[in-house]
């Protein structure tokens, strides 16, 4: 007997509700899992391109471990400390520079800055306030990340898990598909199609575009001479996922650090200005649409709106795991959209009764007349709505 959709529904979701119960008790526990399976993920069309050049399975996810574990090693040893340093040099001289401000705003317009003025004094604490609450912040989210993602974590449990996981992902997707409901498999099969060319144009594709613009932003702000212009090219390109906030944020940032350290120098004022224009022009008019192009189905604002709930809701463990859930659930929402359009609650007419299949039974052997006679009186029957195949 078939059992009703709406009771599937209901069972399927019971298993979803039960999956973010578990997601929310265990939190840190499970991360290091989540992070090794997004690694395997990431890395998978890797390995099946070096196993159509040639080297087995195995060779090839030796391959790419060892080439993750250098980048890793690199990054912690390199990179990771002159991000830290310079994030801390500009929090500290924020104050410096928003007291530089207000004596320029003062000297410049008496009239609007009078000294003792309500204004100039919430210009003063606000820098002041800044400067302690940015310093507040840094060390929350170091001590924070430090708290969930242990060493441990970082250099042993992830790689593990990503490494048998990278190693047994075509047979573990396989395994996966023979467990689906059956009458459901095509359905969950699209949709799992979908949701993976949404999480790949986004990530990876999103992912190089950040990496093409850290290495350009950092490395022209270095060569121009501005302090702390490797902190602000990273953050620059790590905001970049949302259109415009990180030209923004990271654009008015070097160019507030730039109007403190080259004032009465407009050629380098212009030139750190000239680098960001020219960092958006090239990512909109061809990173953007030849790299992540216009189809992956993950709209900024549903992205963000993602980040908050799920952050508020499972902490580092919902951040990480926002892109993946936010992919899921808007090709799941358009699934559903189109079911609705498709069904008459949208379109007001009864849906089409499902045609009868007559049953035929063979009571004689097949290729005699007496069979003959009798399969053309089932299907005359049939055709008048009747049932004689008894």
Same mark, same amino acid.
């Given at each position: 007997m078939r059992i009703p959709v709406q009771k599937q529904a209901k069972w399927w979701g019971v298993?979803?509700?039960? +999956?973010? $119960? /578990? *997601?929310? +008790? +265990?939190?840190?526990? =499970?991360?290091?899992f989540i992070l090794g399976a997004g690694v395997a993920y990431l890395l998978d069309p890797v390995a099946d391109r070096l196993e159509r050049m040639g080297l087995?399975?195995? !060779?090839?996810?030796?391959?790419?471990?060892?080439?993750?574990?250098? %980048?890793?090693?690199?990054?912690? $040893?390199? @990179?990771?400390?002159?991000?830290?340093?310079?994030?801390?040099?500009?929090?500290?001289?924020?104050p410096q520079m928003v007291e530089g401000l207000q004596r320029f705003l003062t000297a410049q317009f008496p009239s609007l800055f009078p000294e003792g003025s309500t204004l100039s004094s919430t210009l003063s604490q606000m820098g002041s306030a800044i400067g302690e609450r940015a310093g507040e912040l840094l060390s929350t989210v170091m001590g924070s990340v430090a708290g969930v993602i242990s060493v441990i974590a970082l250099l042993v449990i992830v790689p593990v898990?990503?490494?048998?996981?990278?190693?047994?992902?075509?047979? *573990?997707?396989?395994?996966?598909?023979?467990?689906? #409901?059956?009458?459901?498999a095509p359905t969950i099969r699209q949709l799992a199609h979908e949701i993976?060319?949404?999480?790949?144009?986004? %990530? &990876?594709?999103?992912?190089?575009?950040? $990496?093409? +613009?850290?290495?350009?932003?950092?490395v022209m702000l270095a060569v121009v001479g501005l302090p702390f212009g490797f902190f602000i090219g990273i953050m620059a390109a790590a905001l970049s996922f949302i259109p415009y906030v990180g030209t923004v944020l990271g654009g008015g940032t070097a160019l507030g650090v730039a109007l403190f350290s080259f004032w009465g120098?407009? *050629?380098?004022?212009?030139? /750190?200005?000239?680098?960001?224009? %020219?960092?958006? @022009?090239?990512?909109?008019?061809?990173?953007? #649409?030849?790299? =992540?192009?216009?189809?992956?189905?993950?709209?900024?604002?549903?992205? $963000?709106?993602?980040?908050?709930?799920?952050?508020a809701l499972f902490g580092f463990v919902g951040l990480v795991a926002a892109v993946p859930l936010a992919a899921a659930l808007g090709v799941?929402? &358009?699934? !559903?959209?189109?079911?609705?359009?498709?069904?008459? /609650?949208?379109?007001?007419?009864?849906?089409? #009764?499902?045609p009868a299949q007559p049953m035929l039974v063979e009571l004689v052997p097949r290729g005699t @007349?007496?069979?003959?006679?009798?399969?053309?009186?089932?299907?005359?029957?049939?055709?008048?709505?009747?049932?004689?195949?008894?």
């Amino acid at each position: 007997m078939r059992i009703p959709v709406q009771k599937q529904a209901k069972w399927w979701g019971v298993a979803a509700a039960i +999956l973010l $119960l /578990v *997601m929310w +008790l +265990l939190g840190s526990a =499970v991360l290091p899992f989540i992070l090794g399976a997004g690694v395997a993920y990431l890395l998978d069309p890797v390995a099946d391109r070096l196993e159509r050049m040639g080297l087995s399975r195995t !060779m090839s996810v030796v391959v790419i471990t060892g080439f993750a574990v250098l %980048i890793f090693v690199i990054a912690i $040893l390199l @990179v990771v400390p002159v991000l830290v340093r310079q994030a801390t040099a500009l929090i500290e001289t924020w104050p410096q520079m928003v007291e530089g401000l207000q004596r320029f705003l003062t000297a410049q317009f008496p009239s609007l800055f009078p000294e003792g003025s309500t204004l100039s004094s919430t210009l003063s604490q606000m820098g002041s306030a800044i400067g302690e609450r940015a310093g507040e912040l840094l060390s929350t989210v170091m001590g924070s990340v430090a708290g969930v993602i242990s060493v441990i974590a970082l250099l042993v449990i992830v790689p593990v898990v990503a490494f048998y996981l990278l190693l047994d992902w075509d047979h *573990m997707v396989a395994k996966i598909d023979t467990l689906l #409901p059956r009458e459901h498999a095509p359905t969950i099969r699209q949709l799992a199609h979908e949701i993976d060319e949404a999480l790949s144009g986004f %990530i &990876r594709g999103q992912g190089l575009v950040m $990496l093409i +613009l850290g290495a350009w932003y950092s490395v022209m702000l270095a060569v121009v001479g501005l302090p702390f212009g490797f902190f602000i090219g990273i953050m620059a390109a790590a905001l970049s996922f949302i259109p415009y906030v990180g030209t923004v944020l990271g654009g008015g940032t070097a160019l507030g650090v730039a109007l403190f350290s080259f004032w009465g120098d407009p *050629m380098w004022i212009g030139a /750190v200005a000239a680098i960001f224009i %020219i960092g958006q @022009v090239v990512e909109g008019n061809y990173l953007q #649409p030849k790299i =992540v192009g216009g189809s992956i189905g993950l709209h900024p604002v549903w992205l $963000l709106l993602a980040l908050s709930v799920f952050g508020a809701l499972f902490g580092f463990v919902g951040l990480v795991a926002a892109v993946p859930l936010a992919a899921a659930l808007g090709v799941i929402v &358009r699934f !559903m959209i189109q079911r609705y359009r498709e069904s008459s /609650v949208y379109t007001g007419r009864a849906a089409p #009764p499902e045609p009868a299949q007559p049953m035929l039974v063979e009571l004689v052997p097949r290729g005699t @007349v007496e069979a003959e006679r009798h399969i053309a009186r089932v299907e005359n029957a049939a055709a008048a709505g009747r049932d004689e195949t008894a």
